[in-house]
């Protein structure tokens, strides 16, 4: 599967973002669509994803602020980001979960850097 991801920027903190990761190829073994973001020095964590079911999962630091959601007519992940703080300040990650048989495997996107300040 590749995975295309757009949508990053410089932001004021506060302000909104929206990311968005068109995925091809292989689409019918997706389990799950997500982000991931990673600062330097730190470990790659999640942000947020979305099952084939609908079921979404967050990091508790995104919770009120960050949306995810799936068009799955355009194999479309999206990520609205609201009232951005510093700390969101990172390479954001597009994640897609393939299921191959009972084993899953990671595929990601390009990184796009998503910087919040003033």
């Known amino acids: 599967v590749q995975l295309q991801a757009s949508g990053g920027g410089v932001v004021q903190p506060g302000g909104s973002l929206r990311l968005s990761c068109a995925a091809s190829g292989t689409i019918f073994r997706i389990n799950a669509l997500g982000w991931y973001r990673q600062v330097p020095g730190k470990q790659r964590e999640l942000v947020a994803n979305i099952l084939n079911d609908g079921s979404t999962n967050s990091a508790d630091s995104v919770k009120g602020r960050f949306t995810i959601s799936r068009d799955n007519a355009k194999n479309t992940v999206y990520l609205q980001m609201n009232s951005l703080k510093p700390e969101d300040t990172a390479v954001y990650y597009c994640?897609?979960?393939?299921?191959?048989?009972?084993?899953?495997?990671?595929?990601w996107g390009q990184g796009t850097l998503v910087t919040v300040s003033s």
């Open positions: 994640n897609a979960q393939l299921r191959f048989m009972s084993t899953f495997r990671d595929y």
